[in-house]
Nanobody, 128 residues
Framework: QVQLVESGGGLVQTGGSLRLSCVASGGTFSRYTLGWFRQAPGKDREFVAAISWSGGNTRYADSVKGRFTISRDSVKNTANLQMNSLKPEDTAVYYC?????????????????????WGQGTQVSVSS
């Protein structure tokens, strides 16, 4: 069974940084894409960033480009999301997910329906 466990959320001030981690277990992920999504109260789940497990290719939502960095350690089956210059609008529950995408592109990676497995989420709060 595949399990994803996120950690690293917390409360920071505007301009601060957080580093989220996602530990994957129970499978082999060489052909998978790992994505980070977030969901604020009353809003739809939205794409944040994605990385191909084997090649380390990345994609980002425009809203976080230049501020967030996604990375992975394929040996440890761990992915990270480094979040810098945080803004109040970044406040949300952040989820990691893995799935098999037909093409590694922003279009496919940004669709939640493409992902088979999801973590439990970790809360990120940014005060103004």
């Amino acid at each position: 069974q595949v399990q994803l466990v996120e950690s690293g959320g917390g409360l920071v001030q505007t301009g601060g940084s957080l580093r989220l981690s996602c530990v994957a277990s129970g499978g082999t992920f060489s052909r998978y894409t790992l994505g980070w999504f977030r969901q604020a109260p009353g809003k739809d789940r939205e794409f944040v960033a994605a990385i191909s497990w084997s090649g380390g290719n990345t994609r980002y939502a425009d809203s976080v480009k230049g501020r967030f960095t996604i990375s992975r350690d394929s040996v440890k089956n761990t992915a990270n999301l480094q979040m810098n210059s945080l803004k109040p609008e970044d406040t949300a529950v952040y989820y990691c997910a893995v799935g098999l995408l037909p093409i590694f592109s922003t279009m496919y990676a940004s669709e939640p329906k493409r992902y088979n497995y999801w973590g439990q989420g970790t809360q990120v709060s940014v005060s103004s």
